[in-house]
């Protein structure tokens, strides 16, 4: 069983930068490529990032490239999203899941979610 745990989570000002941890408990998420989701208040949830099991591939929603950047550390069996230039449209709750397949982009292609953290950004 994985178990993943977000953190990192605040209130920021519009302009400036947070970076989210996601950490795996029980087994290894190394094995798993990993994404990021994000979902606000009476919205859908939203794809945010991915990255492959290596490391060596990433890919991002439309609203965030640019300005976020997914990756991850493999001795610490941990990934991170790093987001800068936060607009207050960044605000929602963001979950790390592990991917099982079926598509980058697409939420059941994800599981082993964690609980979320919160990002408010202020205008």
């Known amino acids: 069983q994985v178990q993943l745990v977000e953190s990192g989570g605040g209130l920021v000002q519009a302009g400036g930068s947070l970076r989210l941890s996601c950490a795996a408990a029980?087994?290894?998420?190394?094995?798993?490529?990993m994404g990021w989701f994000r979902q606000a208040p009476g919205k859908e949830r939203e794809f945010v990032a991915a990255i492959g099991g290596s490391g060596g591939s990433t890919y991002y929603g439309d609203s965030v490239k640019g300005r976020f950047t997914i990756s991850r550390e493999r001795a610490k069996n941990t990934a991170y999203l790093q987001m800068n230039s936060l607009k207050p449209e960044d605000t929602a709750v963001y979950y790390c899941?592990?991917?099982?397949?079926?598509?980058?982009?697409?939420?059941?292609?994800?599981?082993?979610w964690g609980q979320g953290t919160q990002v408010t950004v202020s205008s």
């Open positions: 899941a592990a991917y099982l397949g079926g598509g980058w982009y697409r939420e059941a292609s994800y599981g082993y």
């Open positions: 029980g087994r290894t998420v190394n094995i798993y490529a």
